[in-house]
């Protein structure tokens, strides 16, 4: 969390690479609309849920602008934001794009690393993130999405409505799950280029 010109605390962190991971998810086709791997990105969002234990889980790719949920688990298992109490912004899929102020993806994107959060609520930087009262998130654990280019596309994460003890384990599962998408994201890529 950074401060502004007059001393505010600002929710999400000075993200000086915005410009460059825009045109790099431009550049793969990744962050602005649906496409043919839409599906497959639910698909994994519902592997990190059922591997985590978790209620929902995302595959998140963030441009200067916004988050685009491209995977989405949630409890409904609708895969719509609307069962994250997010409203639809132009998306076939309802919600899937949202302000950088809401959640905690942002943040894994800037530090470049995982973010182990057991209990939002002993984080005053994080605790008055309106995900905790809109949707009752108290639990968060995400690893971001560095693809061969050393940019940060995104992040992937898993996230409770109840306090959990995350432990090494879990930081180790969740830095896999990132590995294993980008390894994805990264072969998709060479297999349109015919790299």
């Known amino acids: 969390m950074t401060r502004n010109a007059i ?14 991971r825009t045109q790099r998810l ?12 839409f599906d497959n990105f639910d698909a994994f969002a519902d592997r990190v849920a059922e591997v985590t234990e978790v209620p929902f ?41 949202v302000a950088l102020d809401r959640g905690y993806c942002p943040h894994v ?31 968060y654990l995400g690893a971001p999405l560095i693809d061969r280019t050393g940019i940060v596309l995104g992040a992937v994460c898993a996230v409770d409505t109840e306090p959990r003890p995350w432990g090494r384990a879990g930081l180790d599962t969740i830095k896999s799950l990132a590995l294993e998408l980008i390894g994805h994201i990264d072969q998709r890529e060479a297999n349109s280029v015919g790299i």
Request: proline residues 5%; contains cysteine; aromatic residues 8%.
């Open 26 to 37: 431009r550049t793969l086709g990744l962050g602005e609309r649906p496409d043919a791997s």
């Open 7 to 20: 001393g505010r605390m600002l929710l999400t962190p000075e993200d000086r690479d915005a410009m460059f």
């Open 57 to 97: 889980s995302m595959v998140n790719f963030i441009d200067g602008n916004r988050q685009f949920f491209a995977g989405l688990h949630t409890p409904a298992g609708t895969h719509k934001g609307s069962d994250l109490g997010v409203t639809a912004a132009g998306s076939s899929r309802s919600g899937r794009y």
């Open 109 to 139: 994107v800037v530090r470049r690393k995982a973010l182990v959060l057991e209990d939002v609520c002993d984080y005053p930087r994080f605790a008055g993130n309106p995900v905790v009262d809109d949707i009752g998130i108290r639990s």
